[in-house]
């Protein structure tokens, strides 16, 4: 499908919205991305005409719903360049992260090492500290550059003979630096290291295949990719899958239940308890149908231009500081006004229409890397345009003048 901005954006409803009397300039898709007509009414096609229970029934709506649910997870597994059996739907990428966290700590001892980086999200950090507090592993972080780009030969001298399992970002959602990932997991190979690669913001920007990266596991959200919130996805290798332990009990995870013994049904499904998101899944199927219809280097080239408008809308700005400006990044700008805090900066700019996110980011570590407590950002995406980033660079301006 050719790309046109304009055409796009007519697919997204809430676009058309005034906040405060000015057109919504939405810049905050690295945290939630809104949604196309084709996801909102798929999942409405679901809840008025065809909804069930999955995988249980024998009548045709239980016989439809499941088709439709196993089609997106089809969907998942060629988008990532998976098998199908490699797709565990989860209620999130930090779910999914948690499973895994689970399932390898029961067979992680004190002393084993875990790498992570300095630009983790929260979600894949806490969950390795549950297993330093419970099992006394020991968590290495990776430093962050001046320039937000991971020091690597810090990197090769923290992998070692105790390092067993490495998390890294494949794109940070605060400085939109796109990590070497296919050249870290390979370090990591050297020393028998497990890899889990959260994908979030790169599943968004970038055309990911997983065999090609030869990540163990791999997780993202779906309502940051155009989907719905309350679904992720998490890829494991198949062997990988196969030798972890389940991560909830109930229905579906199980293969036979008797009073003094059960056994598990095998991956995907032993990963999935209970009834999962059935609308959910089938709105994601229906946002990854949706974004496969373009081209991703053009659309990468789109977002990449946003980007390059606002560098240089905002060189002459001497109160703004952006952290990070790694070669490469994503359209990403994480910034701070000088003697104004990142909240007030959000507020006055949503005066505006203008709606940038504030705060930690779930990136506390990296807020304290770079000697802040809270940045504002701004993050473009596939219905962006020119207009939004000139609008947004006018609102900055005024908003900077609240604060000379």
């Not at 055409?7 to 997204?12: G, K, P, Q, S, V």
């Not at 992570?116 to 500290?129: C, D, G, K, Y």
């Not at 979030?200 to 990540?215: F, G, I, S, T």
């Not at 579906?252 to 598990?264: A, H, P, W």
């Amino acid at each position: 499908m050719a790309f046109d901005v304009e055409t796009i954006r007519a697919e997204f409803p809430i676009l058309g919205r005034q906040i405060h009397g000015k057109p919504l300039v939405y810049l905050d898709s690295a945290a939630s991305a809104q949604k196309p007509r084709a996801v909102i009414q798929a999942m409405t096609s679901v809840m008025e005409n065809g909804y069930a229970n999955v995988h249980r029934g024998l009548y045709t709506l239980a016989n439809e719903v499941t088709e439709a649910f196993e089609k997106s997870r089809d969907s998942v597994a060629k988008f990532l360049n998976a098998d199908t059996s490699e797709i565990v739907f989860t209620k999130g990428a930090t779910e999914g992260i948690n499973l895994v966290a689970s399932g390898l700590g029961q067979s992680l001892v004190a002393g084993d090492e875990i790498v992570l980086t300095e630009m983790e999200h929260h979600a894949n950090i806490v969950p390795w500290h549950f297993l330093r507090e419970r099992l006394g592993v020991v968590l290495k972080f990776v430093p962050v550059l001046d320039d937000g780009q991971l020091d690597l030969d810090a990197y090769q001298a923290m992998l070692g003979p105790r390092t067993r399992v490495v998390g890294l970002s494949h794109m940070s959602n605060v400085l939109g630096t796109v990590n070497p990932v296919r050249d870290m997991i390979s370090m990591a190979r050297s020393v028998g290291a497990i890899c889990l690669i959260d994908g979030c913001q790169a599943v968004v920007h970038l055309e990911v295949d997983v065999k090609a990266l030869d990540a163990d596991f791999y997780v993202f959200s779906g309502h940051k990719l155009y989907g719905p919130t309350g679904i992720g996805v998490l890829y494991g290798k198949s062997e990988r899958l196969n030798a972890l332990p389940p991560y909830q009990g109930g229905g579906e995870m199980i293969s036979q239940v008797s009073l003094d013994k059960i056994t598990y049904a095998d991956p995907p499904h032993r990963f999935e308890a209970g009834t999962p998101p059935i609308v959910e899944v089938i709105g994601l199927g229906a946002a990854i149908a949706w974004l496969s219809q373009f081209d991703r280097a053009v659309v990468q080239a789109h977002e990449h231009a946003l980007y390059a408008r606002l560098l240089a809308g905002v060189s002459g700005m001497n109160s703004l500081s952006i952290l990070g400006e790694a070669p490469g990044k994503g359209a990403i700008m994480s910034f701070n006004l000088a003697g104004a805090h990142a909240h007030d900066v959000a507020q006055i700019l949503d005066r505006y229409g203008v709606a940038v996110r504030a705060g930690s980011h779930c990136a506390e570590p990296l807020m304290s890397r770079f000697g802040v407590t809270s940045s504002a950002r701004a993050s473009f995406a596939i219905y962006n345009t020119e207009g939004d980033v000139d609008a947004f660079i006018d609102a900055l301006d005024r908003t900077q003048s609240f604060f000379s």
